[in-house]
């Protein structure tokens, strides 16, 4: 059975690619769900669950740096709350990996809660100081962009990720 993961206005934080990155967090798990039920070929699934990881610490990072060059006091906290998240991810993966496709519907309902519960616990606590800036987040979120556009982003390239991916799509 699919994880019910849809979203809903209260999961807004009113930043406008912050809340896009979550509604196609819980989208692609959503995907996930209904294709492990379905019993959809190992290479779609492996690219969704690789999609998942990758554009959660996309998301995660864009979050990470707009808080921290806002200012944002609980910044250190909400960071070690992702962290802990991308260690799942990890682990995740590697089990995809090992069980060569094989994912029981029952593993995708600690991201689906993970993924509401930190929205509607850090992420509003979030919400009153990114609404009093702006105009100061679209300028940072833009400046950001920019930066990834041209490759200048944080996100450096691994060799290891990228072999583990494709070993995982190969897969039959």
């Not at 998942?52 to 740096?65: G, P, Q, V």
């Not at 921290?68 to 802990?84: D, F, K, M, P, T």
């Amino acid at each position: 059975m699919p994880i019910p993961t849809e979203w809903t206005e209260a999961l807004c934080v009113g930043v406008d690619a912050l809340d896009d990155d979550m509604r196609i967090l819980l989208g692609v798990l959503n995907q996930l769900g209904q294709a492990v039920v379905e019993e959809t070929a190992a290479d779609v699934v492996a690219s969704l669950v690789i999609f998942f990881c990758n554009h959660a610490r996309t998301h995660f990072r864009r979050e990470e740096n707009l808080l921290e060059h806002l200012g944002y006091s609980g910044q250190e906290s909400h960071r070690a709350r992702h962290q802990e998240f991308v260690r799942w991810i990890e682990t995740f993966r590697h089990l995809y990996g090992v069980t060569h496709g094989k994912m029981p519907s029952q593993m995708l309902a600690f991201p689906a809660g993970w993924l509401i519960e930190h929205t509607l616990g850090e992420g509003k606590k979030c919400q009153p100081f990114l609404a009093g800036r702006k105009a100061k987040v679209e300028n940072v979120l833009e400046a950001m962009d920019a930066f990834a556009l041209y490759g200048f982003d944080d996100q450096t390239n691994d060799p290891l990720r990228e072999a583990e991916e494709a070993a995982l799509i190969s897969k039959d």
